[in-house]
């Protein structure tokens, strides 16, 4: 039989195409992220003492679980978190064209999208990492699709996928639950139906939400869970940050006012820095936005919303606002909690910004006069062309010198003395630290002095762990053995406890 290529869905080359790139990040890949030796350690403790014990070591132990099933197959932990996260990105990237194919069914819109979700910056970077996230995103996305099925069918099975993806997607990252419960709302806004299927439509979706969260708690009942139990545990890590006191004392605000303001300012403007705290926390939120978008796509954005190139129907706006703005709640109440935010948790709402990108595109192309066309391709080549280097191509530091200096330790000293190390890596490869998910990120004053003579101290040098080592009551206890990457360009240490 003659295969038909042009007839392929894009969405399968597209799947395939990240499969690969995400395989030939497994083979690049220098050293683990942080993040992954958290979930080595929970997928240990599943191997060692069973389900239970996962969940109390760690409450997000479902991630860690599937990366430990998959470890069976022969890989060691961390490509099998690696793997695990391609599936997911080919999740992704087979959702994300599925909802472009429901704005519009058009081949060159396809893919245009196709180029669009496998080189966007942003997300890639992330593709080399072992995180939850990504499942997060993926599940998500997915929900969201199925979502858009359902408005447009009133299938049943869609409703269920949703729900079932979202109740998946919850195991990864509570914001999941949000989602699963508000976006349903927006079947009262679909100008499709009458009221009456509106309502009734929202009232069957909630009823398998029910059916199926019920179904959930059983199971985890029956397997030894205690769902109260891991809620408690997962609240505890914010209890913190709830029962603290929102507005400062006469004591944090004269501190925080001499360090903002000189001495004389800080006099008339202590009653204000609540104020300055707020809008300086609107500024990190806004800081985050820009950076998980990336600047080639929200010029991209912005030149179409100022030309208001962007049209979509009715019935698809209104999910894609209600993920919006469930993520920027989310986002905005994460930050006025806990006071710090990273680009990672505004990922999901940048990749249905990214949706965008491929349309508006599409437009200029289709509303060119014939001539201008072929420089209109010539940009978007360019365009794309930029940010596949920017996706895939690392600008930064090599991290061989972590490997090395892993092989410099396991060579160089004894194996029975103790290791003292504020890095993952060393903690993990070494095999000399029991607990290498607990390795903080800056050395102690109190670790250092409560090893023993002869015990080995490696040190990550960040700014904090440099002044430490650098202290007198601290440097006359410890004897440089090596420096990696080299003397003059150092970024860990290797000393030995001498006195």
């Known amino acids: 039989m003659n295969l038909d290529w042009r007839q392929v869905d894009i969405r399968w080359f597209a799947v395939t195409a ?176 009458c009221t009456g299927a509106r309502s009734r439509l929202l009232l069957r979706m909630y009823a398998i939400m029910v059916a199926l969260s019920a179904g959930l708690l059983i199971l985890l009942a029956l397997m030894g869970l205690n769902v109260a139990q891991l809620f408690i545990d997962f609240a505890s890590i914010y209890e913190p940050f709830i029962t ?59 030149v179409a919303r100022l030309q208001q190139k962007i049209r979509l129907d009715r019935e698809i706006a209104v999910p894609l606002i209600f993920y919006l703005c469930i993520n920027l709640i989310i986002l905005l109440g994460f930050l006025l909690l806990t006071r710090y935010l990273t680009s990672r948790y505004a990922i999901l709402m940048c990749i249905l910004l990214a949706l965008f990108v491929p349309i508006v595109m599409l437009h200029f192309l289709e509303s060119a006069k014939p001539s201008n066309q072929n420089r209109i391709r010539i940009v978007i080549a360019i365009f794309f062309s930029y940010c596949a280097i920017d996706s895939y191509y690392s600008f930064g530091e090599s991290k061989s010198y972590v490997r090395d200096s892993i092989e410099w330790i396991t060579q160089n000293t004894d194996e029975d003395t103790g290791l003292v190390t504020n890095s993952h890596a060393l903690a993990y490869f070494s095999g000399r630290v029991e607990n290498y998910d607990l390795t903080q990120r800056n050395l102690s004053e109190e670790e250092i002095l409560s090893s023993e003579v002869g015990d080995t101290i490696a040190a990550e040098l960040t700014f904090e762990t440099q002044r430490l080592l650098e202290r007198k009551g601290i440097a006359d206890k410890l004897m440089l053995l090596a420096s990696f990457p080299n003397s003059q360009k150092q970024r860990i240490l290797v000393f030995q406890r001498v006195e």
């Open 18 to 193: 990240s499969l690969l790139l995400s395989i030939f990040t497994l083979l690049s890949q220098e050293v683990p992220n942080s993040d992954a030796y958290t979930y080595a350690r929970t997928a240990e403790v599943f191997f060692t003492d069973g389900l239970r014990a996962a969940y109390q070591h760690y409450p997000w132990a479902s991630y860690s679980i599937v990366i430990g099933i998959v470890s069976w197959s022969g890989l060691d932990i961390f490509s099998a978190g690696l793997l695990v996260n391609a599936l997911f990105y080919a999740l992704l990237v087979y959702a994300f064209l599925s909802i472009v194919k429901e704005i519009k069914d058009s081949r060159p819109l396809l893919v245009l999208a196709a180029i669009s979700i496998l080189v966007y910056p942003q997300l890639n970077e992330y593709r080399d990492l072992v995180i939850r996230d990504t499942g997060f995103w993926a599940l998500s996305l997915f929900a969201l699709w199925q979502y858009l099925l359902y408005t447009k069918t009133q299938s049943t099975k869609y409703a269920v996928v949703f729900c079932a993806s979202l109740l998946v997607a919850a195991s990864l990252r509570a914001e999941a639950v949000a989602y699963l419960v508000f976006t349903p709302l927006g079947l009262l806004l679909n100008s499709r139906m």
């Open 244 to 302: 603290r006191n929102f507005t400062l004392n006469d004591e944090e605000r004269a501190f925080l006012g001499s360090l903002l303001f000189t001495e004389y300012a800080a006099t008339f403007s202590r009653e204000y820095i609540e104020i300055f705290l707020l809008a300086g926390m609107i500024a990190i939120l806004l800081t985050n936005l820009i950076s998980a978008i990336g600047v080639p796509y929200l010029l991209v954005l912005i």
